[in-house]
Nanobody, 116 residues
Framework: VQLQASGGGLEQPGGSLRLSCAAS?????????MGWYRQAPGKQRELVAA???????NYPASVKGRFTISRDNAKNSLYLQMDNLKFEDTAVYFC??????????WGQGTLVTVSS
């Protein structure tokens, strides 16, 4: 199973970015939960969004109302729409996927930098 994250970059405060995570080597609908973590320099990795295969979502207070997670089973892809970006959103973002009875799958990180 491979998860390929993309879409990071440099954006100004208040701007938007859309991250994508493409899955291969697995039946996408078998991935019960998928999501995104981020890790800023000197900080612990934190969950920023998760979505189940039924479409239920979860966000921490720090991004709720600004970030939107979605998945497209037909395209084997996971997305994270990030709006109204803030300086503190600067981090490396990692996608992950959980399948019953298997260790968590991780994608490589994609760097998001919010700077004026």
């Amino acid at each position: 199973v491979q998860l390929q994250a993309s879409g990071g970059g440099l954006e100004q405060p208040g701007g938007s970015l859309r991250l994508s995570c493409a899955a291969s080597g697995i039946i996408f609908s078998n991935l019960n939960v998928m999501g995104w973590y981020r890790q800023a320099p000197g900080k612990q990795r934190e969950l920023v969004a998760a979505i189940t295969n039924l479409g239920h979502t979860n966000y921490p207070a720090s991004v709720k109302g600004r970030f939107t997670i979605s998945r497209d089973n037909a395209k084997n892809s996971l997305y994270l729409q990030m709006d109204n970006l803030k300086f503190e959103d600067t981090a490396v973002y990692f996608c992950y996927a959980d399948q019953a009875g298997r260790p968590r799958y991780w994608g490589q990180g994609t760097l998001v930098t919010v700077s004026s």
